[in-house]
């Protein structure tokens, strides 16, 4: 079965930089985009962006662009998504996603990983 | 970026009811790129309808989504006590993916 496995919670302070891995099992892991989607405590969801895992190319929300990477790993099935210059409105829980292919929707999620950024 | 709006912001029903649940977009949103999530409480979101009325796998018959343009609706026919959670729409269009701010689902 499809897998999206997160790496564990972190605390970071402000101004540094946090990565979070997702290993994908069960599926051909370049046949499917991996998003990054964020929740603030008790808010909404917020996408950041995205990894094409079969040729490495990215997208960001404009909101995070200069502050997101994503990357990815064909040889363990991985990606990782970095946010820098944190700052205390970056605490939320953060979910990797596969995307249906050519859907615009995300049909398997990790158990989202959390991020607490406080001094 | 095209900002989706729910409404209500809670609705108060009893299993066996009909629910409505609708999602304004600032926007038209292009090509059906429409989609209706669940969420429970410590769990991830759950894909429950994607472009705007196709169900994705395993979801039962009782929900349905509908909409054009910018004016979208999720229904779910008869209430289970397993549906009461809160539901988010997204939307793509113009490179980016938005959600709305959730609609609670709660027993009456």
């Known amino acids: 079965q499809v897998q999206l496995v997160q790496s564990g919670a972190e605390v970071k302070e402000p101004g540094a930089s946090v990565r979070v891995s997702c290993k994908s099992s069960?599926?051909?892991?370049?046949?499917?985009?991996i998003h990054w989607v964020r929740q603030a405590p008790g808010q909404g969801l917020e996408w950041l962006g995205r990894?094409?895992?079969?040729?490495?190319?990215?997208h960001y929300s404009q909101k995070f662009q200069g502050r997101v990477t994503v990357t990815r790993d064909t040889s363990t099935s991985t990606v990782y998504m970095e946010l820098s210059s944190l700052r205390s409105e970056d605490t939320a829980i953060y979910y990797c996603?596969?995307?249906?292919?050519?859907?615009?929707?995300?049909?398997?999620w990790g158990r989202g990983t959390l991020i607490t950024v406080s001094s | 970026e095209i900002v989706l709006t729910q409404s209500p912001g809670t609705l108060s029903l009893s299993p066996g009811e009909r629910a409505t649940l609708s999602c304004r977009a600032s926007?038209?949103?292009?090509?059906?790129?429409f989609t209706w999530y669940q969420q429970k409480p410590g769990q991830a979101p759950r894909l429950l309808i994607y472009?705007?009325?196709t169900r994705a796998t395993g979801i039962p018959e009782r929900f349905s989504g509908s909409g054009s343009g910018t004016d979208f609706t999720l229904t779910i026919s008869r209430l289970e006590p397993e549906d009461f959670a809160v539901y988010y729409c997204?939307?793509?269009?113009?490179?980016?993916?938005?959600f709305g701010q959730g609609t609670k689902l709660q027993i009456k």
């Open positions: 069960g599926y051909t892991f370049t046949s499917y985009f």
């Open positions: 997204q939307q793509y269009g113009s490179s980016s993916f938005t």
């Open positions: 926007q038209s949103v292009s090509n059906n790129y």
């Open positions: 472009d705007v009325s």
């Open positions: 996603t596969r995307e249906v292919p050519a859907r615009t929707a995300f049909d398997s």
């Open positions: 990894v094409d895992p079969s040729d490495a190319n990215t």
